[in-house]
């Protein structure tokens, strides 16, 4: 296992963009909130594939939470180093809360008019947050490909949006979706769930595929 790289200021990752754009070597990152899996391994997979350098960022974004979720959500450093590193990742970038979003932090993405058709406005805080972080993350690294599974169709959606819409120099890279032998989707919010909550996740994508058969 090669080792990795961890970043956690900003100062220190911007010396490190610079050094990447001096050599003319291409980058990927592959944006994530940390307790990584073997889905999360995919991406850095695919991005160690295409790149000469690939970052992978750890950051349990705030503005994405209520407070008991932001609370709640895992936070696994030491596995997450273990798992980038074995999936083939150059650098952890795990930056400090307190540099993403400084004191009188105030600005955010507006969401474009394609969320409108996505029937999620009560999710409009949720989805601002997202935008709003991957937007830092993607000025941060100046990275030439982000990868993005497709588990999360809409919040893929509203990026590639956003990348258009702001003519961002990065071109996303959507992946498949990583599933467990059950069918349930891989993420780190699985983790969470009760024993119960775990047992019945499944049904949801099985009644799916059977929909789709009938249809």
Known sequence: MAEIKIITSLAEMRRTVASITAKR????????LGALHTGHASLIKKARRENDIVIVSAFVNRLQFRKKQ???????????????????????????????YPKGFSSSV??????RTLRHQKLEWHYRGVLTIVL????????????????????????ERMVEDFNILVKIRRCPTIREKDGLARSSRNLLLTTEERKTAPVIYRSLLSAREII
Do not use: C, W
Not at 25 to 32: D, E, I, K, N, Y
Not at 110 to 115: D, H, N, R, V
Not at 136 to 159: C, E
């Open 25 to 32: 070597r291409s980058s990927g990152l592959v944006p994530t």
């Open 70 to 100: 932001f609370l709640e959500y895992p936070r696994t450093p030491e596995h997450d180093a273990e798992i980038a590193a074995k999936a083939g990742a150059d650098i952890l970038f795990t930056p400090r809360e307190e540099e993403i």
């Open 110 to 115: 507006i969401l474009p008019e394609l969320f």
């Open 136 to 159: 830092k993350l993607f000025n941060l690294v100046q990275t030439d490909r982000a990868y993005f599974g497709m588990k999360d169709p809409h919040q893929l959606a509203l990026i």
